[in-house]
């Protein structure tokens, strides 16, 4: 882990660029707001706001076993129930 800064709500809006360019270089940016719970500013990648680690995982062995013709045809009705719908 990189650097660990520690600012103030109110610091953090006056210098906004300055903070996310920190946060984008591996700086741990922290947010107090008085007593309020502090927040961290984390950069987020596309992929990290659409797949878990274990759904990647699902999807891969599930391509996998394409691959390898385990896989299993369903009709649309088959795949409703297996979905509760």
């Known amino acids: 882990m990189g650097r660990v800064i520690q ?3 109110r610091e ?3 210098n906004q660029k300055d903070y996310f360019d920190l946060a984008d ?11 309020k719970p502090a927040y961290i500013l984390t950069p987020v990648e596309d992929e990290d706001l659409f797949l878990s680690p274990e ?10 076993d394409i691959k390898e013709e385990k ?7 088959e795949l409703k129930v297996k979905m509760g719908l």
């Open 12 to 14: 953090f809006q006056a």
């Open 25 to 35: 270089n591996g700086t741990q940016i922290i947010l107090k707001r008085g007593r």
């Open 71 to 77: 896989g299993r045809e369903y009709s649309l009705d």
């Open 55 to 64: 759904l990647k995982e699902r999807i891969d062995k599930g391509l996998q």
């Open 7 to 9: 600012i103030s709500s």
